[in-house]
């Protein structure tokens, strides 16, 4: 079995154990996301799948997008006005905004940080997930 072949068998059964049907358009956008971690936009996302599959729509990007996000496969990554961004770390983690590249990174989060933030919610209260970004500049900058 080729490689591509090992590769399309490997998206289809990610794809199906989170209850989502498997397309191409799908299995491409999954792709593009898990090669290269750098939580890019819908427009970026757009524009690496368009050079393999040259006849997609940007409206074929979103909904595929909405069907990642629902079937728990990638998270979008909100930074107030900026356009959504899109991230396939599913682990409890942070993110970090260098406000001079625009770049984000993953910041992960020990466990026991983790279990503290759940535990300063007023009573009564549980999150279903956290969402924590820092913004600032990288030390390298």
């Known amino acids: 079995m080729s490689t591509t072949t090992d590769n399309h068998a490997a998206l289809c059964e990610k794809l199906k154990a989170c209850d989502v049907r ?10 593009v996301i898990l090669e290269k971690r750098d939580h890019p936009t819908a427009d970026e996302i757009f524009a690496r799948v368009k050079a393999s ?19 728990g496969l990638v998270r979008q990554v909100n ?7 899109y991230c396939p770390n599913l682990h409890e983690h942070a993110h970090f905004h260098d406000e001079k590249t625009g770049k984000i990174h993953d ?16 009573a009564g209260f549980d999150a279903r997930s956290i969402e ?6 990288a030390a390298a900058n």
């Open 79 to 85: 930074l107030e006005r900026a356009p959504t961004r």
């Open 53 to 71: 599959l040259p006849t997609i729509s940007l409206a074929t990007v979103y909904n595929c997008l909405e069907a990642l996000v629902q079937g």
């Open 107 to 122: 910041v992960d989060l020990p466990a026991d940080f983790v279990a503290r933030l759940r535990q300063i919610l007023p």
């Open 132 to 137: 924590l970004n820092f913004r600032g500049k």
């Open 22 to 31: 498997p397309t191409p358009q799908r299995e491409i956008v999954l792709k």
